[in-house]
Structure formats: C-alpha cells, structure tokens
C-alpha cells in the first residue's frame, strides 16, 4: 500500500486533499492537532467512499511531537514508507506589523514554516532511500503577492515558496519532488468571516475557490505524471494573479 500523510487533513483544504489521495489509492494518515470529530469525519468519509486512511494527531509546530509521532507510525508499519507528503497545515493570525504581538508572528512561522522543517526532514530519508518521494506544500497567494495585515502569514508562506525551490534541487536526481500550490481565496473555516460577497469583485472567477479544486492541483502533483516537474508553485486563485 502507497501512504500519503496529510498536515492539517481534518477540515478544509487538508480535509478535500485527504479524500482525493484516498479515492486516487493512497492510505491516506491525516493529522490534525486538536479537533478529533472533524478528523474523524474525514476518516469516515474516506472509508464510505471504500478508501483506507488512520489519524495521526500531532502538533506541526512541535518537533520533538512530531518525532514521536512518526516513530511510531514507523514501528506500526515496518517496512513501509509514506511517500507523499502534503504539509497543508495552517493559522493565520492577522493584524498590523505595528500592533501585531511577539506570539502572532511565531505562531504563524513556528506552524507554517517550522512545521515544514521538521516533517519534511524527518520523512525525506526514507524517500531518497526508495528513491521515490513527493513533496507538495500548500503556500499562497499571499507569499506571492504580499497582503497587507499578513506580515507574518505572508513572511512564512514566501519561505515555505522559497524553500520548495531550494529542497527540489537538493533532492530531484532521487526522483523526489517538491512542489507548492498557491491558493487564493477558498471557502474554508479559515475564511469564513470573510466578506465574499465584497472581495469576489476582484477575483476574475467571480467567487471563492473550493477546497477541492485546490486538492485537484495537489493530486496533480502528487502523481506518478508530475514526474518532471520540481520546484514549482501551481496558482489556484480564480484569475486573481498579483
Ligand atoms: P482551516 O480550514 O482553518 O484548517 C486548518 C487545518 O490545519 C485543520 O485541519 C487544523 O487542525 C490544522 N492545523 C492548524 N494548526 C495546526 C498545527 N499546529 N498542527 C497540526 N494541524 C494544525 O484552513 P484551510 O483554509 O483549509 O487552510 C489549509 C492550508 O491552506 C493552510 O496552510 C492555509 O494557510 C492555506 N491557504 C488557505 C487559503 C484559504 O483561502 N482558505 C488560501 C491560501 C492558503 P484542527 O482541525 O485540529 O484545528
């Protein structure tokens, strides 16, 4: 069986990403970090649909959380190795730069950024040894293009863009690659007391994304066909390029 673990698979984009690689094959290990009954629900979605995945909750921004976490995933699966990794999981915590607070801007970059380090680290062995790996991480329009009273979210998801580049070269001639989608506005709990009614008059579609159409690109890119692509970022914003 292929394993795909999923950072953040319990609701929104991570949620949609989790039953695509479950319909496309995978076992799917969604992690999440405190709402079990949303994972669980993500879970049984998956097994409805006749796919197989298992929770694995643990903090991203936690390293020492995340070694553990992995090991025994490892110890329960000898001989097995999970070759996809989606680090999709994510906070947003906006304000101003000048009123935005010390925990704001780690948080933001200790989740986004740190936990891309340690997962990502930690399972890229494994890949290089089976010489064959792929890595997609969910960055967005706002590491693009840089959104005012993002500062921090903006900082980490630019880093996350930049790192992608620097880890597909490192790792491409082991057939491993890495890669990142940039969504622009998706109607997910993170969005939701937007005003879409207002900011859908900026965005060429007409409207906010849905979770599955970015966990179409990721599929995408998770695939055996995106063999010759590393080190690219897949906008999926509607039209609203910066
Ligand atoms: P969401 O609906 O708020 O879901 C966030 C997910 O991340 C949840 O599964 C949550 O787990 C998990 N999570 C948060 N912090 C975590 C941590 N420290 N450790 C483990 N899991 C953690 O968000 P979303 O809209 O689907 O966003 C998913 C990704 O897409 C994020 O990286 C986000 O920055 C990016 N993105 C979203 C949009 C958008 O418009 N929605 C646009 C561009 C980029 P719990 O359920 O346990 O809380």
């Known amino acids: 069986m292929k394993h795909a673990l999923v950072t953040g698979g319990s609701r929104g984009i991570g949620r949609a ?4 690689l479950a319909a496309d094959g995978y076992n799917v290990v969604i992690n999440y970090r405190a709402n079990q009954q949303a994972a669980e629900e993500t879970l049984a979605a998956i097994q409805q649909n006749g796919g197989c995945g298992e ?12 070694e553990a976490a992995l090991e025994q995933w490892s110890a ?3 001989d097995e190795y999970i070759s996809v990794l989606v680090n ?3 906070i947003r915590m906006d304000s101003l730069m000048i009123f935005m607070q010390e925990e704001s801007w780690h948080k933001v970059l200790d989740t986004t950024l740190n936990g891309f380090f ?10 290089l040894t089976h010489r064959y ?14 959104m005012p009273g993002q500062a921090n979210y903006s900082a980490a998801k630019a880093a996350l863009i930049g790192a992608t580049k620097a880890l597909a070269q490192e790792v491409a001639a082991r057939k491993v690659t890495v890669n990142a989608v940039a969504p622009g506005f ?23 994304g849905k979770p599955e159409e ?19 970022t897949i906008s999926v914003n509607g039209g609203l390029y910066t």
Do not use: C
Not at 17 to 20: I, L
Not at 133 to 146: D, E, F, P, T, Y
Not at 186 to 207: F, H, N, Q, Y
């Open 118 to 127: 340690h997962i990502t680290r930690r399972l890229l062995k494994d890949m």
């Open 186 to 208: 998706i109607a997910t709990d993170m969005t939701k007391e937007l005003d879409e009614g207002e900011l859908k008059k900026m965005i060429p579609a007409g409207r906010f």
């Open 88 to 90: 999709n999981a994510g």
């Open 214 to 232: 970015v966990a179409a690109a990721v599929a995408f890119l998770a695939s055996e066909g995106a063999s010759y692509i590393t080190g690219e």
């Open 76 to 78: 329960a699966h000898p």
């Open 133 to 146: 790996g792929r890595i997609v991480n969910v960055a967005s329009l706002s590491g693009l293009k840089g």
């Open 17 to 20: 990403v989790a039953e695509r």
């Open 55 to 66: 929770l694995l909750p643990f903090d991203v921004s936690d390293g020492a959380a995340i």
